[in-house]
């Protein structure tokens, strides 16, 4: 081994150690996805959509949810009578008993009917 590659073995080493992993199963991990993807930009720009696509979530409890949501409702400009049959509705949820819920367990697919109300 020459003492470039001798160089280039320990910084790989201690940059993967922040991770706590080991170089031979980096590189066979980074082999197996070159296969899938066939280039490092290509396996570069996965690895950014994979990390837009599944954010983290925050555990929050429906009533903040439902402030936050009023919040941004009101500085997007909605119509004050939207607003007002908005809050209404929520308010009415928060009563039900259901508003202590986590939020985060509701499932993040689309709902099937359209929004009327864009604001």
Partial sequence: MTNEQAADFAAAVQTL????????????????????????????????????RHKQTERKRVTDVVAELLQVK???????????????????????GRSERDATKRSTLPSKRPQRHPG
């Fill in 17 to 52: 150690a922040n991770f706590n992993l080991s170089l031979p199963a980096v590189a066979s991990t980074v082999a197996e996805c070159l296969q899938r993807v066939g280039d490092l930009p290509n396996l570069h720009a996965a690895a950014k959509f994979y990390a837009t």
């Fill in 74 to 96: 009101a500085a997007r400009k909605a119509s004050s009578r939207y607003l007002k049959n908005l809050r209404s509705r929520l308010n009415r949820f928060a009563e039900s």
